[in-house]
Antibody
Framework: QVQLVESGGGVVQPGGSLRLSCSAS????????MHWVRQAPGKGLEWVAF????????NYADSVRGRFTISRDNSKNTLYLQMNSLRAEDTAIYYC????????????WGQGALVTVSS | EIVLTQSPATLSLSPGERATLSCRAS??????LGWYQQKPGQTPRLLIY???NRATGIPARISGSGSGTDYTLTINSLEPDDFAVYYC?????????FGQGTRVEIK
């Protein structure tokens, strides 16, 4: 079955950086677009970034564009999110998600990585 | 950016009743709308995509409908497992956005 396992979360000071990883298994990783979705504590869902299956197309939420970079290594079945210039409002659980066959809905979710931005 | 507004914020119902959840978009999403369920402490689960298509393993008592700017998630004969928060999400254009959620609670 599909498994998505995030790692790399933690506590970071404002202005700092963090890189999240998402290890994927149970499906052909290189055939699917992948997304990051976040959820601030007690709040709703916010889409963060998208990367096409072959890495040729990506998109970002305005709130993170220019600060976050999504990437992938299909040889390692791994998705990444490099987060720079972190702000308090970036504090959230970050979910790695798999889309359902190119339709930009999220049919599989990792358990999430908690990122806390605080001094 | 397309804004999705869900109503009501909270729905108080008893097991066995029908839940009707609304999602209104600030502009047409042309049917490119999905629904998710999230229970406390759990990750979201895809229920419906493209307005009315059930995701894998979703029972027929859960259905979606709508067009243009107005969409509805209907859950017939509520079971204890259905009490959760529900989110709508569009894929009409970038950025993808979610509604703020509707909580379905036990009355």
């Amino acid at each position: 079955q599909v498994q998505l396992v995030e790692s790399g979360g933690g506590v970071v000071q404002p202005g700092g950086s963090l890189r999240l990883s998402c290890s994927a298994s149970g499906f052909t990783f290189s055939s699917y677009g992948m997304h990051w979705v976040r959820q601030a504590p007690g709040k709703g869902l916010e889409w963060v970034a998208f990367l096409r299956s072959d890495g040729s197309n990506k998109n970002y939420a305005d709130s993170v564009r220019g600060r976050f970079t999504i990437s992938r290594d299909n040889s390692k079945n791994t998705l990444y999110l490099q987060m720079n210039s972190l702000r308090a409002e970036d504090t959230a659980i970050y979910y790695c998600t798999k889309e359902n066959s190119g339709w930009y809905y999220f049919d599989s979710w990792g358990q999430g990585a908690l990122v806390t931005v605080s001094s | 950016e397309i804004v999705l507004t869900q109503s009501p914020a909270t729905l108080s119902l008893s097991p066995g009743e029908r839940a009707t959840l609304s999602c209104r978009a600030s502009q047409s999403v042309d049917g490119y709308l999905g629904w998710y369920q999230q229970k406390p402490g759990q990750t979201p689960r895809l229920l419906i995509y493209e307005t009315s298509n059930r995701a894998t393993g979703i029972p027929a008592r859960i259905s979606g409908s709508g067009s243009g700017t107005d969409y509805t998630l209907t859950i017939n004969s509520l079971e204890p497992d259905d009490f959760a928060v529900y989110y709508c999400q569009h894929r009409r254009n970038w950025p993808i956005t979610f509604g703020q959620g509707t909580r379905v609670e036990i009355k």
